[in-house]
């Protein structure tokens, strides 16, 4: 059973920066995916980020691209979102999620997820 639990999350001013981290363990990090995906208030959650542990390939949703970077897992089995530029828009509720072979922004097929990490943007 792949666990993850995330961390990092907090309050953060409007052009701040935040790293949230996601740590794996409990399966095999050969041949998966793993991605951050976030739900705000009154939104559906979405993907923002992803990496593949087959071929290092990111992905990016367009609203964080240019401001957010998701760093392939490390030997700690670790994987990071480092925020930056951050907007209100980004408050949210950040997950990490695993599932196998490569990466994909649809939700459902996500067969393991975190608890999730509070991110607050406000002045």
């Known amino acids: 059973q792949v666990q993850l639990v995330e961390s990092g999350g907090g309050l953060v001013q409007p052009g701040g920066s935040l790293t949230l981290s996601c740590a794996i363990s409990g399966g095999p990090l050969e041949g998966v995916a793993i991605g951050w995906f976030r739900q705000g208030p009154g939104k559906e959650r979405e993907e923002v980020a992803c990496?593949?542990?087959?071929?290092?390939?990111?992905h990016y949703a367009e609203s964080v691209k240019g401001r957010f970077t998701i760093s392939r897992v490390d030997t700690n089995s670790t994987t990071y979102l480092q925020m930056s530029s951050l907007n209100t828009d980004d408050t949210a509720v950040y997950y990490c999620?695993?599932?196998?072979?490569?990466?994909?922004?649809?939700?459902?097929?996500?067969?393991?997820w975190g608890q999730g990490a509070q991110v607050t943007v406000s002045s």
């Open positions: 999620a695993a599932k196998a072979s490569y990466c994909s922004n649809l939700t459902n097929i996500y067969p393991w």
């Open positions: 990496v593949s542990t087959i071929d290092g390939t990111t």
